[in-house]
């Protein structure tokens, strides 16, 4: 079932990259499939204790049966708040594999793949008000050129904008199609894939807020982990990685972090190796490994 649902990229050296201690407290804040959870379990203790957390209901059918193991049904935004909620203030390592999982694109109805069509949704929690079928239909212009522009890097957002307020005044887009249909003249048969692909990250990024998720989640790993506690991150687009790479760095998004009166700067992290990134024979294997970055910190 969990290989299924979704194959986890870069497996070992996620998990390896936690430096796990046998009775030690980690958490997997992108559970999905359970593949990287169950990697963490083989090597911990008895007394070791895993906590998970997914927002995505069809998560809940691939829990773990295993006493150490707990599964949180939340936005990983709600870090602490619900580890506290469990009575753990620190922990040892935490893994976070971000973007869409296989099953999520591989369900058509769920509106996240390019290979289907279906209503525009993109939803990664169910339960959430805001879907795509709202960012098409509902946002005004200059709010979808600047989510196309910064999340999709569309040089052309603007028009394609435009176009999509243009159309939906005559009817509704409401499904994947409608919205290929509506944007064909900005879709060239050797680049169709890539730019729909650049739009749907887009509006994907915008209807779960993950860059605003994301920040929120990386300053709370602050408080939550241990000294020496690590963080083993995988990232798929360069938005969310230059986030990572940026806090890994200096404890911020932007700017830079002010220096004492003897010049030094005190940041809450150090680097632990170098970028790493999967291999050819991984990518053979498993496609959706092509642009995963995973980057690992230590807490200091």
Do not use: C, W
């Not at 996240?112 to 795509?132: G, I």
């Not at 938005?239 to 932007?254: A, M, P, S």
């Amino acid at each position: 079932m969990a290989m299924e649902y979704h194959n986890p990229v870069l497996l070992k050296e996620t998990v390896d990259g936690l430096n796990i201690k046998e009775d030690g407290v980690y958490v997997d804040v992108t559970f999905g499939g359970g593949g990287h959870s169950k990697e963490i379990l083989s090597r911990l203790g008895e007394k070791g204790k895993l906590y998970a957390f997914d927002q995505d209901q069809d998560a809940l059918d691939n829990a773990i049966d295993d006493e150490r193991f707990t599964l949180i049904n939340q936005n990983f935004r709600h870090l602490k708040k619900f580890l506290r909620f469990y009575g753990v203030r620190k922990v040892d390592g935490i893994l976070g594999d971000f973007g869409v999982s296989s099953h999520q694109f591989d369900k058509a109805e769920r509106g996240f793949s390019l290979r289907f069509e279906a209503d525009l949704d993109m939803r990664m929690n169910q339960e959430d008000e805001v879907s795509a079928y709202n960012v098409v239909n509902e946002y005004d212009e200059e709010d979808l050129r600047s989510i196309l522009s910064l999340y999709g890097e569309l040089r052309n957002a603007k028009a394609i904008a435009a176009q999509i307020v243009s159309a939906r005044s005559e009817d509704s887009i409401r499904t994947t199609e409608d919205l290929r249909v509506v944007l064909q003249r900005f879709l060239p048969k050797h680049r169709e894939h890539k730019i729909l692909a650049q739009i749907y990250q887009a509006i994907r990024i915008e209807v779960n807020q993950e860059i605003e998720v994301l920040k929120e989640f990386l300053m709370q790993t602050q408080e939550v982990l241990e000294t020496g506690g690590r963080l083993s991150l995988i990232s798929y687009h360069s938005l969310e990685d230059r986030l990572v790479k940026r806090f890994i760095r200096n404890g911020l998004f932007e700017g830079e972090p002010e220096k004492d009166f003897y010049g030094r700067v005190e940041v809450p992290f150090k680097k632990v190796g170098k970028l790493i990134i999967p291999s050819q024979q991984e990518i053979k294997t498993n496609n959706r490994a092509r642009s995963a970055k995973l980057r690992i910190a230590e807490r200091l």
